[in-house]
């Protein structure tokens, strides 16, 4: 079959592009720019990319004619507090008019479970969005999910944040709201399961684990499996926007997400369907399986994906295509540059620059740098990087985003999306003498731009030299 993969740069398309692809699918993979899709080369081999932004005004003749199925898995809870609403029907939108000049057979939407009287605004606006594609030229399939467990989603960061960073929490009332939370292995199961199923055609199920639990419960069970000792204090008095701020500074959600996913831990998610779960033969894990899984593929280093990766994650929604020419006109430039003892070595340590690896030199200004980013409603260093010692295009990597990860010839590009009174970047490349070359290049905006480097130039001297002292060093 060929199939349309939307959303396929976010958390679910990228676990599911290669279970279709081991399926032997064609695949096209619709993004609103290929720079933002994160796959290795011999995946971009198999796929065909369309560029698609589906908020614009629709073009003709982008998509192949013959799409068979397609994964509807955009949305817009990430970029805007206000009118992600609007945002997302104008989407689904579009979509039905994309799509309707295609031999399209069957739509699966994934979309999260609405059985409670009260609802959100979030919750609603998947809702109407789940009405409109049911007015298309297809068959719909809605998957009402709770919510989702594993490595690299934003529940699981979020929770994870939590109880290993604050062993006592006075949290709000939400935390006491009933869920009932899914691993991402099964909602793969179900996401694939009902593909080309004709008994899923125009109906709606729930998918959702074994379990209902609370907020509270969840991050104890967490700790317990853990080995953590964590003390809940629940408090009447907590309003969304404060909790919004916590979860913030807390945790690597972003404000907005915060903010939205606040609003929507209010209500219940508690599945009253289990009709898919019988008919495809699937057997959810626990809650419990689920956490243990997840940290399984961490420390493996097996993170497919992660919600952070996302450009909605960070500042800046334009093409990064239009960032991958460092300009020269009107920039400060640090250059520094040193032979490699040993070049093999040296590329691995620029590989695994940041995360959880740090910038091996002078580390606590770097976290210090990060908080005060943070504090100016930044990105901060909150997001890390998905994995340890691979890079690709696009991915995030603290509070910088990859522009070019080219590891035969040895060069990584990185913007800056930190706040700044400007643009920035960072490059590391390795010549044919094995000479390292690390440039940092700023144009500043203004006046503003250049006090912000020129009051910069003692810590970036000393951060830049002994970073690169520690890379071209063998051990």
């Known amino acids: 079959m060929k199939i349309l993969l939307t959303g ?3 958390y679910i398309g990228m676990r599911l592009l290669p279970l279709l692809l081991e399926m032997n699918h064609q695949v096209v993979c619709a993004v609103r720019s290929a720079d933002r899709l994160s796959v290795d080369k011999e995946t971009l081999e198999k796929i065909e990319i369309v560029e698609i932004d589906f908020l614009k005004k629709v073009e003709q003749d982008i998509l192949p004619k013959d799409i068979d199925a397609a994964y509807y898995l955009i949305h817009s809870m990430t ?28 739509v699966i939407f994934l979309t999260g479970m609405t059985n409670d009287k009260v609802s959100s605004k979030h ?16 068959h719909l399939t809605c998957l009402q999910a709770g919510i989702i467990v594993g490595s690299g989603s934003s529940s699981f960061e979020i929770i994870r944040d939590l109880c290993e960073k604050l062993p006592f929490m006075i949290t709000p009332r939400w935390v006491n709201t009933k869920t009932q939370p899914i691993a991402i292995r099964d909602v793969l199961q179900f996401l694939m399961g009902v593909l080309d199923n004709e008994k899923c055609y125009d109906e709606n199920f ?14 104890l069970s967490y700790s317990n499996i853990r080995g953590l000792q964590l003390h809940i204090v629940g408090v009447p008095f907590l309003s969304p926007k404060l909790s919004s701020y916590w979860l913030y500074f807390v945790t690597s959600t972003s404000y907005k997400l915060a903010s939205n996913l606040v609003d929507s831990m209010k209500v219940e998610v508690v599945s009253k369907d289990n009709r898919l ?13 689920a956490i243990k899984l997840a940290f399984d593929k961490i420390e493996q280093n097996q993170v497919i994906s992660s919600w952070k990766d996302s450009k909605v994650s960070g500042r ?8 991958v020419k460092v300009p020269s006109h009107g920039c400060i430039k640090d ?27 002078g580390n606590s200004l770097w976290r210090f740098r990060g908080f005060l980013d943070k504090l100016f409603g930044g990105v901060g260093l909150r997001r890390g990087r998905t994995h ?57 905006r203004g006046l503003a731009g250049r006090a912000y480097w020129y009051s910069m130039l003692p810590f970036h001297y000393f951060i830049f030299k002994g970073m690169l002292n520690e890379i071209a060093k063998e051990d």
Not at 316 to 323: A, C, P, Q
Not at 338 to 361: D, M, R, V
């Open 8 to 10: 396929a740069n976010g």
């Open 123 to 138: 919750l609603s606006s998947r809702e109407k969005v789940g009405q409109i594609l049911s007015k298309g030229s297809f």
């Open 206 to 219: 729930d998918i959702a684990g074994p379990e209902i639990l609370t907020y509270k419960k969840m991050m």
């Open 277 to 289: 779960q019988k008919m495809l033969n699937i057997q959810p894990i626990s809650y419990t399986e």
């Open 388 to 444: 340890a010692n691979k890079i690709n295009t696009g991915d995030s990597l603290d509070f910088w985003r990859v522009l070019l990860a080219d590891k035969e010839k040895k060069r990584l590009l990185l913007f800056a999306e930190m706040r700044v009174p400007g643009e920035a970047w960072l490059e590391f490349c390795i010549d044919e003498e094995n000479i390292i070359h690390q440039t940092a290049t700023f144009r500043p």
């Open 79 to 106: 970029s805007s507090t206000s009118d992600f609403d609007e945002k997302e029907a104008q989407a689904a939108k579009n979509f039905n008019t994309y799509v309707a000049e295609t031999s399209i057979k069957q």
């Open 335 to 361: 250059n520094q540059q040193q032979k490699a003892e040993n070049p093999e070595k040296s590329l691995e340590k620029i590989w695994s620059i940041g995360g959880e690896n740090g910038w091996y030199y």
């Open 316 to 323: 800046f929604r334009k093409d990064l295509n239009k960032y």
